[in-house]
């Protein structure tokens, strides 16, 4: 304790005061929670005002896996099975399909925009990335129910799998263009980030399921729920898997096997509100505004591509799926939000092929100021179009 620094209790208590003010805003203006947090976060870092001691910016990766272990958990109850039975089919070909079209479309177009075919074939599969924990926020904040809305979050669950597939295959190709590193090793490095994080998932969600059907009414179900959570999370980093799709399959196993399995998913979406609100400003502190000074043609072509992608892949896979003409126009537009897995993907472009990270993360960096701050926006506009947002169209 003597080395404790009073001022960072008192800078937690400022950050969890402005998420309050801000989802007091976001609820008289509309704005989405998330993009009045992410302009906070900008306008307190160090390109704008610079309020925040620099210190602070030590937090984000903590209070990201923290959030996104919630966030990954939370969307794994989608999977649940009587509520898959009756969006499964729309989820899968809306996800395959807007990923496909996502990749491809984005490579072509950063092609045309002069780019060299490595660069081109990482930044299609960086595209294909989703922002969940900025969907699931916006949701919950507008307490958005329906058929779109339940077909989104399942998108968004299920996203990221064939996200880190398709880039693993991707960074491969684009090693052996360049000339670097062992074909077999990338591509069985992919799929064991796959497939180890839905066995991790699996394999501490039977046990967690079996303790949450011997919960009594009134136990602390909370201290198992978020033991298991961070467990879970902390055990994917350690086992370089990823986090995000083990804790969807911990939560997808517990809401198939569990017998009061509604009970560990409502205490952590109950305690999840201030590891995103210190999530989302510490992403907006962290974010490099300088980076829009950058855009140019490949990063115009990206933004305009990865939106085309979405949209195109949203309509082509609704109609594949025999959806209504509502989730066809509308699901697309849902699903722009990009943040942290995106940039976690060109940081390891910029690691594994350096000669390629002065395009790939200018792009991929001002392309994420972007569609994290208008992407939720979109999504919120579409949902009230709708007729999703507190049961009313908009």
């Keep these: 304790?003597?080395?404790?620094?009073?001022?960072?209790?008192?800078?937690?208590?400022?950050?969890?005061?402005?998420?309050?003010?801000?989802?007091?805003?976001?609820?008289?203006?509309?704005?989405?929670?998330?993009?009045?947090?992410?302009?906070?976060?900008?306008?307190?870092?160090?390109?704008?005002?610079?309020?925040?001691?620099?210190?602070?910016?030590?937090?984000?990766?903590?209070?990201?896996?923290?959030?996104?272990?919630?966030?990954?958990?939370?969307?794994?109850?989608?999977?649940?099975?009587?509520?898959?039975?009756?969006?499964?089919k729309v989820v899968l070909w809306i996800s395959l399909a807007q990923t496909v079209a996502v990749a491809a479309l984005v490579a072509g177009a950063a092609l045309l925009a002069d780019a060299v075919v490595p660069v081109a074939l990482t930044l299609g599969a960086i595209a294909c990335a989703t922002a969940p924990a900025a969907v699931l926020d916006l949701v919950r904040e507008s307490h958005a129910r329906g058929p779109l809305t339940d077909v989104v979050l399942g998108v968004v669950a299920i996203d990221d799998a064939w996200g880190i597939l398709v880039f693993s295959f991707a960074l491969v190709s684009a090693e052996a263009l360049v000339g670097q590193g062992a074909v077999m090793t990338q591509v069985a490095a992919g799929l064991w980030e796959v497939a180890g994080a839905v066995l991790l998932g699996v394999g501490l969600g039977l046990p967690m399921a079996w303790l949450t059907g011997r919960v009594k009414e009134g136990e602390p179900t909370l201290l198992e729920a978020a033991g298991f959570v961070f467990l879970c999370g902390g055990l994917a980093i350690?086992?370089?898997?990823?986090?995000?799709?083990?804790?969807?399959?911990?939560?997808?196993?517990?809401?198939?096997?569990?017998?009061?399995?509604?009970?560990?998913?409502?205490?952590?979406?109950?305690?999840?509100?201030?590891?995103?609100?210190?999530?989302?400003?510490?992403?907006?502190?962290?974010?490099?505004?300088?980076?829009?000074?950058?855009?140019?043609?490949?990063?115009?072509?990206?933004?305009?591509?990865?939106?085309?992608?979405?949209?195109?892949?949203?309509?082509?896979?609704?109609?594949?799926?025999?959806?209504?003409?509502?989730?066809?126009?509308?699901?697309?537009?849902?699903?722009?939000?990009?943040?942290?897995?995106?940039?976690?993907?060109?940081?390891?472009?910029?690691?594994?092929?350096?000669?390629?990270a002065g395009q790939v993360l200018p792009v991929v960096i001002a392309s994420t100021v972007l569609f994290e701050i208008a992407g939720p926006l979109v999504t919120r506009w579409h949902l009230a179009r709708a007729g999703e947002l507190r049961g009313r169209r908009e």
Aim: proline share 6%; glycine share 12%.
């Design 238 to 356: 350690w086992l370089e898997v990823s986090y995000l799709l083990a804790c969807m399959a911990l939560g997808a196993t517990v809401a198939n096997r569990a017998t009061h399995h509604t009970l560990p998913f409502r205490d952590i979406e109950g305690v999840s509100d201030p590891f995103l609100v210190v999530f989302f400003l510490l992403a907006g502190y962290a974010l490099e505004v300088d980076a829009l000074a950058t855009l140019g043609p490949l990063v115009l072509a990206y933004v305009l591509a990865r939106t085309a992608g979405k949209v195109l892949g949203g309509l082509v896979g609704a109609r594949a799926a025999g959806a209504g003409p509502e989730l066809r126009r509308r699901t697309g537009w849902c699903l722009l939000p990009q943040a942290g897995v995106a940039l976690g993907m060109a940081l390891l472009v910029a690691e594994r092929l350096p000669e390629l």
């Design 1 to 88: 304790m003597d080395h404790f620094d009073p001022t960072t209790l008192a800078i937690l208590g400022v950050l969890l005061l402005v998420g309050y003010g801000a989802h007091a805003a976001g609820a008289r203006t509309h704005v989405p929670r998330v993009t009045l947090l992410l302009l906070l976060g900008v306008a307190a870092g160090p390109h704008v005002f610079d309020l925040v001691p620099p210190d602070v910016a030590g937090w984000f990766p903590l209070a990201a896996h923290m959030a996104l272990a919630m966030v990954g958990f939370l969307l794994g109850e989608r999977f649940y099975g009587r509520d898959l039975a009756a969006s499964g």
